[in-house]
C-alpha cells in the first residue's frame, strides 16, 4: 500500500465464511522507512451476506491511526430490511446517528470490493453499478462504470483486467482492476481521498480452503 507515491505498509485482507455471513478484515501497518517517520495503522473489518441482490453490509468497524493520534474510529450496524444504518459511539463519532436508507443492499467501504467482484462475476453483461455505500460519516449512492480488456502488471506479470472506476464524483476518485483468475478480485486499487492519492497492488494471494480467502496488498 502506498500514499502519494510512498510506500508505506503492507495490507492484509482475509475473507471468512461463518456459517450465512462472512467476515472480511483489513489489517495494515507501517513498515521500513516509512515506519521511522510516522507511525501508521489500520485495523477495518466488514460483516456481509450475500442475497439475490447480491452484497449486503451488515456491521462496518474501522480503526485508523497516525502516530498516538487516532484519525478514522467508526463503527456502524446495518439493517436493510427497516432502511436504518445507525452508528456506534467512538472516538470520531461522539453521538449516535441513525439514516434512512433506500430499500435494497447497503455496503460498506470494504465489502463495496467485494460487492463489486460478485456482480462482475454475475452480472457479466451489466457495464454498469450502483450501490449505497455507508462510511459511518454518511450514505450516499455511488456509481460505477466498467471497461473490459485493460492491460495492466501485476509481479512482472501482464493480465487483461476487467476497470472498474467511480463516476459522477470529484472528490473521492476511484479505479480498480479484476482479474478472473484472481476470482474476480481487484489487484490493483487507486483511490483518491482529498489531497491523498492511494493505491494498492496485489502481493499475495491464498485460497487454500473454501471458507478462507487472504490477499496480501
Known sequence: MSINGVKIAEEVRTLHQLGD???YTANAKTSGLAALIKDYTISASSTFLINKEGVG????????????????NYVIDINSKSGTVMSGLTKTQPKVITWKVKKGNVVDPLSLFLALSYDLKDRPNQSEFS???????????????KTENQIVSVDNQTFNAIKVERINSENNNMQAYFLSEYRYLPVIIKMTKGSKKYRYEIKDFKASEVEKLQVSF
Open 131 to 145: 450501490y449505497q455505500v455507508a462510511d459511518g460519516k454518511s450514505v450516499e449512492q455511488q456509481y460505477y462504470k
Open 21 to 23: 455471513q462472512y467476515f
Open 57 to 72: 453490509s451488515i456491521n462496518y468497524q474501522i480503526l485508523e491511526q497516525e502516530g498516538k493520534q487516532v484519525s478514522e
